[in-house]
């Protein structure tokens, strides 16, 4: 070994060993109080402007937020969003099928890498699926259901992020203002329920629910499939029973600041008390069962202590890196 190689070593030791030091992070971070909701609120209101902060735009970066519904065949109606000079965003618009009088119940579906809101309304799928036609199920459960289109690639989210944190942004906090501004525009011009909105996010999209729900108050109830875990071991830790971010080329994945006092279960305390699904499946190479267990305790705990543990679900199926449908529209029709 070199002296470079003993150097890059010697960094890459000491940074891990802070990442990993997630309850001292916290500690640091966090002053919870229990004593009833309205004082849990107030107790973390700083840790969410904090997150609000992890997820800025550029200071510049003003949005439009015009909305245009085009022409469609068929049960989609295609949105376009103007969010600045240049830049569409669009989303697919899928009403309930199931007899139900508008304002509709609304479902914001979030897709993953390689994933589409074309893929989300059934059109096509993954290989192997794992969307399985989910707007079009939720469509005859009496749901309306938004798809955005979100850069899915990694070569393109790497590209725009790099630019971004140029800029003290980042291509999460760019993809989330998306997100709340089509929200915005979605309450205001589709027939839907403002009192009434649930997200579910896969895999990356799922990222996106965590990542959106703490700031978004609108999204009353949330899942979260094929993306929660030990988000320090997920991001820095290799292991041969799960994927790790540091030995891929996933660079968008490094959200800056964000193990200052957020890991997952530290953002599920943002979400809480509302009602969060998480959905992990066995098969999914993704993360690691046990330690997602672990995480999903931590996350737990926030609920128990608010006598409110059963609006908070782990689902542990048997598929891969999937949506588990029928857990999730159970849990959204209870719920939503």
């Known amino acids: 070994m070199?002296?470079?190689?003993?150097l890059g070593r010697g960094y890459e030791s000491a940074l891990r060993e802070i990442l990993l030091d997630a309850d001292q992070t916290s500690l640091l971070h966090w002053q919870r109080s229990y004593d009833s909701l309205d004082s849990y609120l107030a107790s973390v209101r700083r840790n969410r402007d904090r997150w609000s902060e992890v997820l800025a735009?550029?200071?510049?970066?003003?949005?439009?937020?015009?909305?245009?519904?085009?022409?469609?065949?068929?049960?989609n109606e295609k949105i376009q969003l103007r969010m600045?000079?240049?830049?569409?965003?669009?989303?697919h618009f899928r009403p309930p099928v199931a007899p139900v009088q508008p304002p509709f119940p609304l479902?914001?579906?979030l897709h993953g890498i390689g994933g589409s809101a074309e893929m989300v309304?059934?059109?096509?799928?993954?290989?192997?699926?794992?969307?399985?036609?989910?707007?079009?199920?939720?469509?005859?459960?009496?749901?309306?259901?938004?798809?955005?289109?979100?850069?899915?690639s990694?070569?393109?989210?790497?590209?725009?992020?790099?630019?971004?944190?140029?800029?003290a942004s980042s291509v999460w906090g760019?993809?989330?203002k998306a997100i709340r501004t089509l929200l915005d525009q979605a309450?205001?011009?589709?027939?839907?329920?403002?009192?009434?909105?649930?997200?579910?996010?896969h895999s990356m999209g799922g990222a996106y629910a965590l990542y959106t729900m703490p700031l978004e108050e609108r999204c009353k109830a949330g899942v979260i499939s094929a993306w929660f875990n030990s988000r320090s071991a997920k991001m820095v830790v290799q292991d041969p029973h799960y994927s790790c971010f540091l030995f891929t080329e996933e660079e968008h994945a490094f959200l800056p600041s964000l193990l200052t006092g957020f890991s997952d279960s530290d953002l599920v305390s943002l979400i809480c008390p509302r009602p969060l699904l998480v959905q992990t499946g066995e098969q999914d190479s993704i993360s690691w069962p046990p330690l997602v267990e672990q995480e999903f305790h931590n996350a737990q705990f926030h609920y128990q202590r608010l006598g409110m543990e059963e609006k908070i679900q782990w689902d542990r199926h048997m598929g891969g890196h999937e949506i588990d449908v029928a857990s999730g529209v159970e849990f959204i029709k209870k719920w939503l």
């Open 174 to 176: 760019l993809e989330v």
């Open 154 to 167: 990694f070569s393109s989210r790497n590209r725009i992020h790099r630019m971004a944190l140029l800029l």
């Open 107 to 109: 479902v914001l579906f």
């Open 84 to 91: 600045r000079p240049g830049l569409i965003v669009e989303a």
């Open 57 to 75: 735009v550029p200071s510049s970066w003003q949005s439009d937020g015009e909305m245009k519904i085009l022409p469609h065949d068929g049960p």
């Open 2 to 6: 070199n002296d470079q190689d003993k």
């Open 187 to 201: 309450v205001r011009h589709l027939p839907v329920d403002p009192e009434r909105i649930a997200v579910w996010g």
């Open 121 to 152: 309304m059934g059109r096509s799928d993954t290989d192997p699926p794992s969307y399985h036609s989910i707007g079009r199920l939720l469509s005859e459960q009496g749901f309306a259901v938004l798809a955005p289109t979100l850069l899915n």
